[in-house]
């Protein structure tokens, strides 16, 4: 029996279970992927927003957490897979056969970017399907690149893209792109790039690797085939919560609801950083969070342990 099990090692769960360790509670760390870091571990520019610290990128960012959380006494364990939570009775269960047990419960489970879920999206992952525009542009250099989403991501990677591609068309499913001012001027104002509103990617096709795509424009009676090397999809996130589904309050999105301490609607169970917080997530955020949960959970055991 632990007093905290904490589901998820990006910051909100770092964060976390530094605090909950620093007020003398036996915790464990829960998170599936072989490393921690969570989103971090993906961000390849600065990050110039967190106080105290420049980071040239998410991970030199993520390696000073993870230094300071091997310092500390918590457990924490990498690749593991939870086959399922029992919320109300704070049980989790391994893939593995393990059971674990704690009086608090901390999700800090994250989001993961949303797929389209379009034929080929999978399939050709790492063979035409870009994971990122500013780590892969050179792969597709002097080719014909497809872009899809219409918000800050999207028209940041279609100006990446556009540095080293012969052309870009980004495709938005909207009428008009949602991206920031500075982001869509930018892309209107470059000859390299096409805007398609109104439009959605339907297909990626190829042999190898990605040859081309089917477009569906508004009113159009047919897909419109077009020759690409490299798609992108930057269509937002959504949270990690499927483990948790029907068990706690969420919003329309997935989203956990929690009080101002971070409580979900299950006693003793908290969410902290981005699956709970859809309007301001951020490393701050969860970090912030992460403490805010771990010390209300230590005031309740030491209230209940007097
Ligand atoms: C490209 C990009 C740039 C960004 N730039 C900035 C920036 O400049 N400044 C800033 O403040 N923020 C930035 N962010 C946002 C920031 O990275 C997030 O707000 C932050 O990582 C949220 O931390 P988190 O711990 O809540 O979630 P995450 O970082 O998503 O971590 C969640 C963790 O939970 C794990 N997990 C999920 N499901 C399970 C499960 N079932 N079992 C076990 N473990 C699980 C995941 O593997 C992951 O390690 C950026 C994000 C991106 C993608």
Known sequence: MHDVIIIGAGPAGLSAALWCDELGLDTLVVEQASEVGGQLLRVYNPVENYLGVRAATGRELRDLFAAQAEERDFDLWTEA??????????????????????????????????????????????????????????????????????????????????????????????????????????????????????????????????????????????????????????????????????????DERGYVVVTGEQETSAEMVFAVGDVSNPLAPTVSGAAGAGATAAKVIASRLKASRK
């Open 81 to 250: 897979e939870i086959e399922s939570v029992d919320v109300r009775a704070k049980r989790v269960r391994l893939r593995s056969g393990e059971e674990l047990q704690s009086i608090a419960l901390v999700i800090a489970t994250g989001v993961r970017r949303r797929r389209l879920g379009v034929e080929g999206e999978k399939e050709f992952e790492g063979r035409g399907v870009l994971e990122s525009g500013r780590l892969e542009r050179e792969s597709v250099a002097g080719e014909d690149v497809l872009v899809v989403g219409g918000g800050d991501a999207a028209a940041e990677n279609a100006l990446l893209l556009a540095e080293t591609c012969a052309t870009v068309t980004l495709v938005h499913r909207g009428k008009t792109l949602g991206a920031r001012a500075e982001f869509a001027e930018r892309v209107r104002a470059d000859h390299r790039i096409t805007v398609f509103t109104e439009a959605t990617l339907e297909r990626i096709m190829g042999g190898e690797r990605v040859e081309s795509v089917e477009i569906r424009r508004a009113g159009a009676l047919k897909p419109l085939r077009m020759a690409v090397r490299g798609v992108l999809v930057r269509v937002g996130v959504e949270p990690n919560t499927e483990l948790f589904a029907g068990q706690l309050h969420t």
